[in-house]
């Protein structure tokens, strides 16, 4: 695993964070395509959730703090439990690209980290490495999903017209 590219997809994957939530109007960020799924707003709730508490502590304790144990967390749960959908889009973009840069700063912080240091999960060994590598993966999850919701939302604003000659999706 090579750290600095690693740690350059989670810089770049923030700026496309970024450049997808642009032009989204509070209202939009709320709307869902179908009652099961999540909104805009949601999703970016979620990674402000998983930003501060879920990668950046685990992989501190993994990597500083193996006596410690995880604070649990309820991902799905925080969704109605936090009411997601009732923030303020603009503050929460606000809030997780504020706990991203302090991810970002305290990972560049990080020297001689032991990527192979492993903490033993409900999911079992995981390594320094592993959460870090996922952490990076998470982002690709969030930005797939907040790029059909993207579309979702074009799909509505075109209405009357149709944008099937751009091609399938």
């Known amino acids: 695993m090579d750290f600095q590219i690693l740690y350059l997809e ?9 450049a997808v939530l642009a032009g989204i109007t509070e209202q939009e960020a709320r709307l869902k395509p179908a009652p ?8 970016v ?11 950046r502590p685990r992989l501190d304790i993994i990597l500083h703090r193996t006596a410690e144990k995880w604070a649990p967390i309820d991902p799905t749960g925080w969704v ?3 009411k997601y959908n009732e923030q303020v889009f603009r503050d929460i973009k606000e809030k997780f690209f504020g706990e991203r840069s302090r991810s970002l700063d305290w990972l560049k912080g990080l020297e001689h980290a032991d990527w192979e240091a492993s903490y033993l999960t409900s999911f079992g060994n995981m390594t320094a490495g592993d959460m870090f590598a996922s952490w990076v993966a998470h ?6 999903q907040l790029v059909e919701l993207r579309r979702a939302r074009l799909e509505k604003i075109t209405q009357p017209y149709a944008i099937t000659y751009a091609g399938d999706w």
């Open 80 to 82: 109605t439990q936090r």
């Open 139 to 144: 982002d690709n999850l969030a930005l797939r």
């Open 10 to 18: 989670l810089v770049d994957s923030t700026r496309m964070i970024q």
């Open 36 to 43: 099961e799924s999540w909104s805009i707003l949601e999703t």
């Open 45 to 55: 709730c979620h990674l402000y959730d998983e930003e501060r508490l879920d990668f």
